[in-house]
């Protein structure tokens, strides 16, 4: 498996300083958060996404993929969230990155069928942009759609492999379900898949990876059981946390603790 982390955890660090850490650190990619506030944002022109793309590239390191806002199953407008989609899609196909995380985002007074039938009918009409983007729309287990099973409702429905799933392993362990049942659902979808730790579900301050409470050995374990080998993205929520510790001094070890996950899975 591939090792990334997410410019969540160091919010408006310059691109040159985020990539000198994964590379510093041995992380083989970035999850890039796509906020206007960030240094990568869908408001950059074609010569500043050409830049980004060849810093990656003399760097070594990957795109893993672009971490967007978009709440697909939220009451409104489709148009609206497609024009969002289009361009993260757009953002992503000229970084070279292969992914694009969107949010569920059901209301909390829209029925659950309704919040479904809202998402997948968003997510088909961007699967045939993303096709042609060559990128892979992922929904995060998240918020409405916390579950494995509340996500593969949605893509289910969908039915189109330019439309997949983003694990977050805490978010289902926050809906109660076991890492084997959100492997089993979300396997025929899955992207990729963000690690991270926690103190417990009333406290959700971000921890170095290992120190909470959250099954990480339990989802290496199943994942390398089940051969997937793909990546591993630590979301460290620093952006939404003042008071946790900063992540570049987190890095190493996190990546080494991985590492030992791993080993020990082979």
């Not at 968003?122 to 995060?140: K, N, S």
Request: include cysteine; hydrophobic fraction near 45%.
């Amino acid at each position: 498996m591939k090792l990334a982390f997410s410019t969540l955890g160091v919010p408006g660090l310059p691109l040159t300083d985020v990539l000198r850490l994964a590379v510093e650190h041995g992380y083989h990619g970035v999850e890039l958060r796509t906020h206007p506030e960030e240094p990568v944002h869908t408001g950059l022109g074609a010569a500043e996404r050409a830049d980004v793309a060849a810093e990656f590239k003399a760097a070594g390191v990957e795109v893993l993929g672009l971490a967007g806002y978009a709440r697909v199953a939220a009451p409104g407008d489709d148009e609206a969230v497609l024009d969002e989609v289009r361009a993260l899609l757009d953002l992503a196909r000229d970084l070279g990155a292969p992914f694009v995380r969107v949010f569920p985002g059901g209301g909390e007074e829209q029925d659950a069928g309704e919040a479904d039938a809202t998402a997948a009918r968003r997510l088909g009409t961007a699967a045939q942009y993303a096709t042609d983007a060559g990128v892979r729309i992922l929904l995060e287990t998240h918020d409405s759609h916390r579950t494995g099973a509340d996500a593969t409702r949605v893509l289910g429905l969908v039915g189109h492999r330019q439309v997949g799933a983003l694990w977050d392993v805490m978010h289902t362990w926050l809906g109660g379900e076991q890492p084997a049942t959100s492997y089993a659902a979300l396997s025929p979808f899955l992207g990729y898949v963000q690690v991270k730790d926690i103190a417990s579900a009333d406290d959700t301050t971000p921890l170095p990876l290992g120190a909470g409470v959250l099954p990480l050995t339990e989802c290496v374990d199943l994942l390398s059981r089940e051969g997937w080998d793909g990546w591993l993205c630590w979301e460290y929520e620093k952006r939404w946390y003042e008071e946790a510790a900063p992540l570049p001094g987190l890095l190493r070890a996190g990546r080494e603790h991985l590492g030992r996950l791993l080993n020990d899975a082979a």
